[in-house]
């Protein structure tokens, strides 16, 4: 079974600077996706940034990139330029591309907090 | 477009009875599945529907059951409840394989 871990339980940024979550699987497909949700407080979780393994290059979204290495089995997130807005519950996904299902299997999460 | 709908927003009740939950995928979305998100368990697979066919169960006991409609709308039906299923229940519906889009949840306490 596929298994997602956020080892960072809460972490802090001061606005405008840059901050990166971090994220690793245990996997032994090859092809799956990637994801990070962001979950505000009482609002519903929206896609950040998705990336498919089969792509080398790293999914980039505005102020959002990822950093992924697929040998390593490592998926982290990058901020750049937080904002306010930012502060949320950030989960990293994973999801299989063999099984027929779009279940996602999720981490803990990261609590980000912003800094004014 | 309207996105996942789910009703209610928050319900109390009181163990051993039941709740039914309610899913409105967005239009055109086949596929929708449900996952449960505590404090200490995170967020966790209950079960996915496609075409009115689960294709795909967690690891949770016979108590949470779930169906799709002809129209793509889903319940779940959680029975003899428990103070530890106490959590917020959140639907989601796909299109294909690269993204899910959540509702806003359903906080069921169980007192």
């Known amino acids: 079974a596929q298994t997602v871990t956020q080892s960072q339980p809460e972490m802090s940024v001061q606005e405008a600077e840059t901050v990166t979550l971090s994220c690793t699987y245990d996997?032994?497909?090859?092809?799956?996706?990637l994801f990070w949700y962001k979950q505000p407080p009482s609002r519903q979780m929206i896609l950040v940034i998705r990336?498919?393994?089969?792509?080398?290059q790293n999914a980039t979204e505005n102020r959002f990139s990822v950093n992924f290495q697929k040998a390593a089995k490592s998926f982290s997130l990058k901020i750049s330029d937080s904002q306010l807005g930012d502060a949320a519950m950030y989960f990293c996904?994973?999801?299989?591309?063999?099984?027929?299902?779009?279940?996602?299997?999720f981490g803990k999460g990261t609590k980000l907090s912003v800094i004014p | 477009k309207a996105g996942v709908t789910q009703t209610p927003r928050y319900l109390i009740k009181t163990r051993g009875q039941q709740v039914t939950l309610s899913c409105s995928p967005i239009?055109?979305?086949?596929?929708v599945s449900w996952y449960q998100q505590t404090p200490g368990q995170g967020l966790q697979f209950l079960f996915e529907?496609?075409?009115?066919?689960?294709?795909n169960k967690g690891n949770f006991p016979g108590r949470f059951s779930g169906r799709q409609f002809s129209n793509s709308r889903s319940e779940m039906n959680v029975s003899t409840l428990e103070l530890g299923d106490s959590a917020l229940y959140l639907c989601?519906?796909?299109?294909?394989?690269?993204?899910?889009?959540f509702g806003e949840g359903s906080r069921l306490t169980v007192l």
């Open positions: 989601a519906s796909s299109l294909g394989p690269g993204e899910l889009f």
């Open positions: 996997t032994s497909e090859s092809d799956y996706y």
């Open positions: 990336q498919e393994a089969y792509k080398q």
């Open positions: 996904a994973y999801r299989s591309l063999g099984t027929g299902s779009y279940q996602l299997t």
């Open positions: 239009s055109g979305h086949r596929s």
């Open positions: 529907y496609f075409s009115e066919t689960q294709r």
